[in-house]
């Protein structure tokens, strides 16, 4: 009877592990309210800019911030997990773990219904904020866990639909066929679309200010470079709409120029 028990389990669920691309929150002040007034600045023009995608919360540059007393524990303080999943979970994002912790913070995340990931912490590029001009932001940390093949260029040959994502990790990504409207093209180097542009393109993931965004056909949703992004609320200009552009930055802003 035991034997016929087993083999039902084993026929209704199996535990298989997986890796799965995810977005970092890397955190560089555990006072909250200063962290509410910056996502609430930087996401304003694209509220729904994450849709209600898992991330982790990187705690590794809370744990050796410069400074003593005061100023320091504005940095590395004790951080109300709770709070910053509720302050998250309204930007559109859902906290699942916490990675780069200490033992301290560790506790008080499991003890929020966090996991403490065992991923070992990447830390951001210390780039300085962007100028407070619009559509100009500084777009919050992105860092995903997926590898692009040995020569350094991912090939996307299929049509990319609202929802799906592609993030080319260490290099280029290239992609053959349309990007829909709520679809994501995401690379640290560049982004080529040779194709309509009409969803998200990221370029520079991880802060490669040299980085650019190319299409035959630009009707980007949104555009970023190295953390400086720009919506389609501000519309683009008529040289480049529907046509072959490139987005380069230029300083602290994005130039959007057309391709002859």
């Known amino acids: 009877m035991a034997d016929v028990s087993a083999a039902r389990t084993k026929a209704v669920f199996e535990f298989k592990s997986a890796t799965l691309p995810l977005i970092a929150v ?16 930087q ?21 050796d911030a410069p400074g003593e007393g005061e100023a320091a524990h504005a940095h590395t303080g ?27 913070q560790n506790a008080a995340a499991r003890a929020a219904g966090l996991s403490v990931s065992a991923m070992p912490a990447s830390p951001a590029p210390r780039a300085p904020a ?39 990790r260490g290099g280029d990504v290239v992609v053959t066929a349309v990007v829909s409207f709520g679809a994501e093209v ?4 560049n982004v080529h679309v ?27 949703q949104l555009v ?3 953390g400086i992004y720009r919506t389609n609320e501000v519309p683009l200009p008529d040289t480049v709409l529907g046509k072959s552009a490139q987005v380069r930055l ?7 120029d057309p391709i002859p």
């Not at 996401?43 to 744990?63: G, K, R, T």
């Not at 500084?138 to 049509?159: F, M, S, Y």
């Open 186 to 189: 995401i690379a640290d180097g």
């Open 78 to 104: 004790d951080i109300d997990f709770a709070a910053l999943r509720s302050l998250l979970a309204r930007h559109q994002t859902q906290p699942i773990a916490v990675r780069g912790g200490n033992a301290a």
């Open 43 to 63: 996401l304003a023009d694209s509220p729904d800019f994450f849709e209600q995608e898992p991330v982790v919360i990187d705690l590794s540059l809370l744990q």
């Open 224 to 226: 970023a470079i190295a």
């Open 26 to 41: 890397i955190l560089k002040t555990s006072d909250l309210d200063v962290l509410a007034e910056a996502l609430d600045a």
């Open 250 to 256: 230029d300083g602290k802003k994005l130039a959007i």
């Open 194 to 220: 040779y194709a309509p542009l009409r969803g998200k393109a990221i370029a520079g993931a991880r802060g490669n200010t040299e980085a650019r965004i190319f299409s035959t056909c630009m009707e980007a």
């Open 130 to 168: 962007p100028p407070a001009e619009a559509p100009v932001s500084e777009a919050p940390q992105i860092v995903r866990e997926v590898p692009v093949p040995a020569n350094g260029t991912l090939l996307i040959d299929k049509p990319l639909r609202s929802g799906q994502q592609v993030y080319a």
